[in-house]
């Protein structure tokens, strides 16, 4: 029992950084939960995606009202309620799915691997004009998008929701990119949207997940209030920071726990998987051999750019 306690206390505020993190970039903080769940305290991928959903659910309740009370308000209702049209019956569809996968290792494979482009896109993340001016999300207009984007959009959320109910994701991973490349939304709304979507995507999922008893109550419990809190600091903070460095940080967060989930490290050097500290070591190497070549990719180009710049400007004196 006292073990238990500290566990709860141990997972309380470690939510309260996924917490933070999550309403940041507009996730459900399941791509830190499951794994968390399953690698430290032993979940099989059933129970653990089932009470990550729930702490999704937490930190999008948490997070909305402070979205909402920003000034201007970034959240976008027509499009968040219009991409609930299909969140809501994919979380359904994929809570239904995962209880058809008898093997936890599928499951793993099919989170890393669903997600993975989704970070590399995210991690190239460039400018848009006036990305992070708050301008921007007063002016879009959501009835000028075209039937074929609605439609795109629609069909990208019913895989968000999918992959809520599937992977306890909570679907933001597949949201924000919905929001921010289909739809066009700035970047910041694209956050806020995709947490006030993200209530009704996990609301169904986890009603679901309960009614077939793969929720564990403490354990959803204790991520829950770590979640609410942390779903308190984030909103300020992403208000502040640029809209680019959000897309970054949103794949930079995605790639280790994609890695680790897929066991990437322990296949490459500890096949026998006899050594966990063997295995961390192998997943750190892949996420800096993903991470350092975009960054240095990305600095080339700043720096590229940054020349010609001073090029055009020294050209224009002369």
Do not use: C
């Amino acid at each position: 029992m006292q073990a238990m306690i500290i566990d709860v206390l141990l997972i309380a505020i470690y939510a309260i950084a996924v917490g933070t993190i999550s309403s940041m970039v507009g996730i459900g903080g399941g791509i830190f939960n499951t794994p968390l769940l399953i690698l430290v305290f032993f979940f099989d991928a059933q129970h653990a995606s089932a009470t990550a959903l729930v702490a999704a659910l937490f930190v999008a309740a948490a997070s909305t009202p402070k979205y909402w009370k920003q000034n201007p308000r970034p959240i976008i209702p027509k499009a968040g309620l219009f991409l609930a049209i299909t969140t809501i019956p994919g979380s359904l569809t994929g809570v239904f799915l995962r209880t058809l996968i008898a093997e936890d290792y599928i499951l793993r494979l099919i989170f890393g691997i669903s997600l993975f482009p989704v970070a590399i896109k995210m991690l190239f993340a460039k400018k848009r004009k006036n990305d992070g001016d708050k301008s921007e999300i007063e002016d879009y207009d959501f009835s000028a998008l075209s039937p074929q984007r609605l439609a795109f959009s629609l069909l990208g959320a019913f895989i968000g929701g999918v992959a809520a109910g599937l992977l306890g994701i909570g679907g933001g991973a597949v949201i924000v990119p919905v929001l921010s490349l289909l739809m066009g939304v700035p970047m910041l709304a694209a956050v806020s949207t995709s947490m006030f979507t993200m209530i009704f995507t996990a609301s169904a999922g986890t009603v679901l997940n309960y009614a077939t008893g793969f929720i564990d109550p403490a354990y959803a419990l204790a991520l829950g209030v770590g979640m609410i809190a942390g779903g308190q600091i984030g909103p300020p903070l992403a208000a502040r920071v640029n809209a680019v460095q959000l897309k970054r940080v949103f794949g930079v967060v995605l790639v280790f726990p994609l890695i680790k989930m897929m066991r990437l490290g322990s296949i490459w050097l500890d096949p026998g998987n006899q050594y966990s500290l063997l295995s961390t070591i192998g997943d750190i190497i892949l996420w800096l051999l993903v991470v350092i070549p975009i960054a240095l990719l990305r600095y080339y180009q700043i720096r590229k750019s940054t020349i010609e710049s001073q090029t055009r400007i020294e050209s224009s004196e002369d």
